[in-house]
């Protein structure tokens, strides 16, 4: 069984519904989420857009190949109306599901790279993780989340939801 953690994001329709129903469906693939964070609010990064994005760190367990997981993910995200990118950059959406962490492994493949490999740079994500993973050590960057945001250039602002 491996840790897997898992950012789920949109801006597009009832935000907190789509990420509600991606962990039920989650769920039924991985098993029950261990933990979940706060939601968070923030401005779409890398491009503009109308609507603010809610994200959310969840965290699984299960026995699925780094392969599979993404292909359990990416097909969710379909399931719950995400459309193919119209071109190479960032677009709203109604879900997202980035896998950020998978136990300490480090995975550099054409389709996945494990950690993520902007969740450095994104205070939208680090953020979430303080939440339960604080003290996560990322096994590329050596260094732990709380640190990783100390460090981080992004000035964005980020709101917990309550």
Excluded at 18 to 26: G, H, K, M, R, T
Excluded at 84 to 111: A, M, V, W
Aim: proline share 5%.
């Amino acid at each position: 069984m491996a840790t897997q953690l898992l950012l789920l994001g949109g801006n597009q329709g009832d935000v907190i519904k789509n990420l509600q129903q991606a962990i039920e469906v989650l769920s039924l693939h991985l098993g029950k989420a261990i933990q979940t964070s706060a939601y968070y609010e923030s401005a779409p990064w890398g491009f503009a857009a109308s609507q603010n994005f809610i994200n959310q760190v969840v965290e699984f367990e299960s026995s699925f190949t780094p392969d599979q997981l993404l292909g359990i993910t990416q097909q969710i995200e379909i399931q719950l109306g995400r459309k193919q990118k119209t071109g190479t950059h960032y677009e709203s959406r109604p879900i997202d599901i980035d896998i950020l962490f998978i136990d300490d492994c480090i995975i550099n493949t054409p389709h996945l790279i494990i950690p993520h490999p902007r969740l450095h740079q994104r205070r939208f994500t680090l953020l979430p993780l303080l939440d339960h993973w604080q003290d996560l050590w990322h096994p590329k960057l050596g260094k732990t989340i709380r640190e990783l945001l100390s460090i981080c250039e992004d000035d964005g602002i980020v709101n917990r939801l309550d």
